[in-house]
């Protein structure tokens, strides 16, 4: 074919050039997809954005998952696995390793959550499984040893000083 491929005509406008699904590119953004002011509505329920397969979010989420509820347990955990170079092999061995407890305070998880990644938020490498609270306490101290250090330091000494003034309520009401 000299010249090359024959462009392919839009059907809404025969003048223009097809973009996708048959249309020009200024109908295709109208009609296809969700921009600005104008988002499509999905089909299932016209007061909700159109996510895929002319469905709103949660229909299509519970379309997909429809056939088989485990699946999205399991690939949700796998994928955020991945997100750590982890596979679910190596998170198993890595939690018969702990025992199935947390690394800080040597405690399950409660039932329903699972032990959480740790990792270094500098080198990007795994250091362990925590509970969401030693997670959670982890992250508010920013990973920060010397800040831990000095909560620590704080929790000691706010606990001797209510100590102190027990002992000193206690022989003031002796007198």
């Known amino acids: 074919m000299p010249g090359g491929p024959k462009p392919r005509i839009a059907i809404c406008h025969p003048d223009r050039k097809h973009h996708a699904k048959g249309y020009c590119s200024s109908c295709y953004r109208v009609h ?6 104008n988002p499509v509505q999905a089909k299932c329920h016209p ?5 895929a397969r002319g469905m709103c979010e ?7 998952n429809r056939e088989n509820p485990e699946r999205l347990a399991h690939w949700s955990r796998a994928a955020t696995l991945r997100v750590y170079g982890l596979t ?21 998880p409660k ?21 969401l609270q030693c997670n959670n306490g982890l992250g508010s101290f920013r990973d920060n040893p010397e800040l831990l250090a000095e ?21 003031y009401l002796l007198i």
């Open 32 to 37: 296809c997809r969700s921009y600005g002011n």
């Open 47 to 51: 007061d909700r954005p159109h996510k």
């Open 58 to 64: 949660s229909c299509y989420t519970a379309w997909k």
């Open 88 to 108: 679910p092999e190596q998170y198993n061995v890595m939690y018969v390793a702990q025992s199935g407890l947390c690394a800080i305070c040597k405690k399950p």
């Open 111 to 131: 039932q329903g959550q699972v032990l959480h990644v740790d990792h270094d938020h500098q080198t990007e490498r795994v250091r362990g499984l925590l509970c």
């Open 151 to 171: 909560a620590q330091v704080y929790l000691t000494k706010t606990n001797l000083q209510q100590e102190l003034d027990a002992k000193n309520r206690q022989n």
